[in-house]
């Protein structure tokens, strides 16, 4: 059975916009660590180095994701997401 690629959840497109967001997450988090640590700003740089941790898990699946939806479609020699209609369309 060919695997399917729902729109907004498991395509090319979902995962690298996911992927997107999730970095600049880790980002966002490591940047107040170094606020904190500078004194620029207040608040648990233990609790945002856990939040670090998670979204590097995060980022890391969704490259395997990725690549197992790249390797799919290199292995089939074709990509096929279905089609998604959006609400406001006639």
């Given at each position: 059975?060919?695997?399917?690629?729902?729109?907004?959840?498991?395509?090319?497109?979902?995962?690298?916009?996911?992927?997107v967001?999730e970095?600049?997450?880790?980002?966002?988090?490591?940047?107040?660590?170094?606020?904190?640590?500078?004194?620029?700003?207040?608040?648990?740089?233990?609790?945002?180095?856990e939040?670090?941790?998670?979204?590097?898990?995060?980022?890391?699946?969704l490259?395997?994701e990725?690549?197992?939806?790249?390797?799919?479609?290199?292995?089939?020699?074709?990509?096929?997401?279905?089609?998604?209609?959006?609400?406001?369309?006639?």
């Amino acid at each position: 059975m060919e695997k399917k690629y729902i729109p907004n959840l498991n395509t090319f497109s979902a995962l690298i916009d996911r992927l997107v967001i999730e970095n600049i997450k880790l980002v966002n988090f490591e940047n107040r660590i170094k606020d904190i640590s500078d004194g620029r700003a207040e608040g648990d740089a233990g609790e945002y180095a856990e939040r670090c941790e998670v979204q590097k898990e995060i980022i890391d699946l969704l490259k395997e994701e990725i690549t197992a939806l790249m390797g799919d479609v290199l292995k089939k020699g074709k990509y096929e997401p279905l089609p998604e209609k959006r609400t406001f369309e006639k």
